[in-house]
């Protein structure tokens, strides 16, 4: 069975930092790859950062929103996906989900608050 599960969520300040955590059990997310999507209150769920799977070299991708601010990392020795998130604005309010294809596994999500 398939479970990823979200960590470090939380409020935080507008320019804080937090670092969300997804640990995945039961797929390797080296091998299939992940992602993180955020669903901010009234607004269609939104791709924002992926990790392409080894064979791919790793790779990543970030929206334009994003870029500079959050980085997407992997430590394949702990099957676990970060996201680091800087400079954080209030428009980055959302639940954040994270995502694994294979074919298509969800978290529960881990709410972020930026908000001063």
């Known amino acids: 069975q398939v479970q990823l599960v979200e960590s470090g969520g939380g409020l935080v300040q507008p320019g804080g930092s937090l670092r969300l955590s997804c640990a995945a059990s039961?797929?390797?997310?080296?091998?299939?790859?992940a992602g993180w999507v955020r669903q901010a209150p009234g607004k269609k769920r939104e791709g924002i950062s992926c990790?392409?799977?080894?064979?791919?070299?790793?790779?990543?991708y970030y929206v334009d929103s994003v870029k500079g601010r959050f980085t997407i990392s992997r430590d394949n020795a702990k099957n676990t996906v970060y996201l680091q998130m800087n400079n954080l604005k209030p428009e980055d309010t959302a639940v954040y989900y994270c995502?694994?294809?294979?074919?298509?596994?969800w978290g529960q999500g881990t709410q972020v608050t930026v908000s001063s």
């Open positions: 995502h694994a294809p294979g074919p298509d596994f």
């Open positions: 039961g797929v390797a997310l080296d091998s299939v790859g």
């Open positions: 990790i392409n799977p080894t064979s791919r070299d790793s790779t990543t």
